[in-house]
């Protein structure tokens, strides 16, 4: 363990759901607390030490991923606001606020930038775009129901899905709705967004993922689950979609077809997902975290990656690998990895972090700076 920061003293047990913005000093992540007289804050905390350089109280928190275009961040918070704050200091630079209540605490569509504009989806079903460095709105575009996913870009079109099950690719100039596409499924859909090549991903609810093409004129394929889809989101490795469930079975499916590559059982409901090039670091709500390398002949024969100590966690939410250092998100601390030098044994799947009784969080231990970061994780 390198460091961990325990969020319970800023006001109450708080969660991280988004994916954190790592810079080459920083690791900038928002946690929330889904209830009337909950306290979040988007931390920016230091990468040698885990100090927070500076906090920002957002009401009931952000849920959202934490987006940076030049010197500045952006995300939504509960309150349906995106903030826009200076990366080095958090002074805000501006906000917009759709003025929706958010009453029911609803997760929201995490952002997206593109050139110099950015793009979020509102609680009252509107897509904005807004400049992204005066706050100035260009176009606002009414769906009629609640945004329920992320924003994707992808060339000149922005890609959302709402509550009503619908699936709209717009025009990032004008917001002139290019092409819709009514889901048959029960489900609406729900989440982030992946885009991989000519193809999007996107959950249904909590059953099915579902391969649009872009044109959004035909779904390419859809695949279930023996349980429900519980990763934060589809994601891209080595060429394949991974998605994991509630009985811990995380699945690499092939992008053309969906036809399953491999599958791994872990123990814990799978929720984070983060990778080098070699392993996958795969968190689990039972507050275990795995290393796992599929095997070369057959993903079904995994190999260990063990880490450098053994701690325990809450229910971990989020873990990712800007370089050599893992960093995860637990339901009440953020906390940093040293993944060392690892050695690889040809047993299956085992944990380096396991959920104990009540602990005590180590205390922060200074570390030289890492380099910049670079995400292989889509």
């Known amino acids: 363990m390198r460091w961990s920061y325990d969020t319970r003293p800023d006001g109450s047990e708080a969660e991280f759901h988004g994916d954190p913005l790592v810079t080459e000093g920083l690791v900038i992540a928002g946690s929330d607390v889904r209830q009337p007289e909950g306290i979040g804050h988007i931390y920016a905390f230091e990468r040698a030490t885990g ?14 991923d934490i987006l940076r275009l030049g010197a500045n961040i952006y995300a939504v918070t509960l309150q349906d606001e995106l903030v826009s704050l200076d990366l080095e200091t958090g002074e805000v630079v501006w906000t917009f606020a ?6 029911s605490f609803f997760m929201n569509s995490s952002p997206a930038l593109s050139g110099e504009r950015v793009f979020f989806g509102g609680q009252d079903g509107v897509v904005y775009a807004l400049d992204a460095h005066s706050g100035g709105l260009l176009w606002k575009r009414d769906l009629g129901a609640r945004i329920s996913t992320s924003v994707a870009v ?6 959302v899905g709402t509550t009503d099950r619908h699936l709209y690719r717009l025009s990032q100039k004008t917001g002139e709705v290019g092409a819709d596409f009514a889901v048959e499924q029960a489900d609406p859909p729900y989440g982030r967004l992946l885009i991989a090549g000519d193809s999007l991903f996107v959950f249904l609810g909590e ?66 997902v983060g990778a080098s090039s070699e392993t996958l670091y795969v968190g689990t709500l039972k507050g275990m975290l795995y290393a796992w390398s599929p095997g070369r002949v057959s993903g079904r024969s995994g190999r260990v990656t063990p880490l450098n100590g053994i701690a325990s966690f809450a229910e971990i939410e989020h873990c990712a690998i800007p370089c050599d250092d893992l960093l995860g998100f637990s339901r009440d601390s953020a906390f940093e990895y040293s993944t060392g030098s690892p050695t690889r044994s040809p047993a299956r799947s ?9 602990h005590s969080l180590p205390s922060r231990t200074p570390m030289p700076s890492p380099p910049a970061p670079a995400w292989p994780l889509s």
């Not at 992808?154 to 890609?159: E, F």
């Not at 085992?350 to 009540?358: C, D, N, V």
Request: include cysteine.
């Open 350 to 358: 085992a944990p380096i972090a396991t959920r104990s009784e009540p």
């Open 154 to 159: 992808s060339g000149d079109a922005l890609y």
């Open 51 to 64: 100090k927070p350089r500076w906090k920002y109280r957002a009401g009931p928190g952000v849920t959202t």
């Open 98 to 103: 759709t003025g929706h209540p958010n009453e």
């Open 207 to 272: 059953r099915t993922l579902l391969c649009m093409d872009l044109s959004l004129k035909k779904a390419r394929w859809s695949r279930g689950s023996g349980g429900d889809w519980t990763s934060a989101r589809p994601y891209l490795w080595r060429g394949a979609v991974l998605a994991g469930n509630e009985l811990g079975e995380l699945t690499g499916f092939r992008l053309a077809d969906g036809t399953p590559e491999w599958s791994e059982k872990f123990e814990g409901v799978i929720r984070g």
